[in-house]
């Protein structure tokens, strides 16, 4: 007696449930229009900079007379620069055109020629390159390579002896570069700066490079295209 009744109540009840089954079979989910989707905004590299630097050189001055080695200078100092460029990015890869002017201090001297004194220093380069770089947001290593140009002053106090000369050279490296502020841009950058050779009056043919190491402080203008 018991079962039968047990089991009419769930008759019941399954009868009930069935027309509200139905129903909500064809309620659907609600769907929200005007909602704004997430999006990540991505730091745009793109626009003209100017920027200044500040770095350590170190140079290697060699002086040959007829093939003749007679001084090995290591000149070294400061340098202070200034620096405009354009980047366009595409994508993660950012192109661009950069140019700089710096005064330096980087200077040396080495005996020479038994006893005397010889002297090198380089008050003064350019260089004007192209970069290539691969953002990752705000962060972006790069690579430069180009052309440089600087004055070269040689010097034997003794005798005396100088010369100078304004020469043409290349220039290459890498960075990192990363966006910390709105549109100010912070670098560490190493470059290689060769300025070739030269002959003096005084028959000697001189060489001159120097490594770069600098840090750099950019602003990028609105509006890159």
Request: charged share 10%; net charge neutral; hydrophobic share 40%.
């Amino acid at each position: 007696m018991t079962i039968n009744l047990i089991k009419a109540g769930v008759a019941a009840i399954a009868l009930l449930a069935t027309p509200f089954a139905a129903v909500a079979a064809d309620i659907r989910p609600p769907v929200y229009k005007g909602v704004p989707r997430s999006v990540i905004s991505y730091y745009n590299w793109s626009g003209l900079y100017v920027g200044a630097t500040v770095g350590y050189g170190t140079g290697t001055s060699a002086w040959d007379v007829a093939g003749v080695s007679v001084a090995d200078i290591s000149p070294k100092g400061m340098l202070y620069g200034v620096t405009v460029g354009y980047n366009w990015q595409a994508g993660s890869f950012v192109y661009g055109l950069e140019g700089d002017y710096n005064f330096s201090s980087v200077k040396g001297s080495s005996t020479c020629l038994g006893a005397l004194t010889c002297e090198a220093s380089n008050p003064w380069f350019a260089t004007f390159r192209g970069r290539f770089g691969y953002a990752m947001d705000r962060f972006m290593p790069y690579l430069t390579a180009g052309g440089a140009y600087g004055k070269v002053d040689l010097n034997i106090p003794a005798i005396p002896d100088s010369a100078s000369s304004s020469q043409f050279g290349y220039a290459l490296g890498g960075g990192m570069e990363y966006a910390f502020l709105g549109n100010w841009t912070g670098k560490i950058e190493y470059l290689f700066v060769d300025l070739g050779k030269f002959q003096t009056p005084g028959l000697v043919e001189a060489s001159y490079n120097q490594h770069v190491i600098r840090a750099g402080l950019n602003y990028k203008f609105s509006g890159g295209f």
